[in-house]
């Protein structure tokens, strides 16, 4: 089981080791520093989804994978860290 953080209401920063943060449809969401080689970061929609949650990578740091490597919106995303400042996409959007 995947631990769950608070759920992420209003477009900020996501903080922390949680692996799961529900997030509301309509927001963007700021991924913490990728350094550490194989974190998780699981970001869905509470729905119902109308615009998505787009992700966004921090400073320094870039989104690799099926969001096309740069801020789109999706319903789901499952990111992981290569610890070099990647945040790499692996799931369905």
Sequence with gaps: M?????????????????????????????????????????????GPISSGVTPHAGSGDTLVGASGGGDSAGANFFFISDGNHHWNNIGPQ
């Design 2 to 46: 995947f631990s769950s953080g608070a759920n992420v209401t209003t477009s900020s920063t996501v903080t922390g080791t949680s692996v799961v943060y529900i997030c509301t449809d309509g927001i963007t969401v700021t991924l913490p520093a990728a350094t550490t080689k194989g974190q998780m970061i699981v970001l869905p929609d509470a």
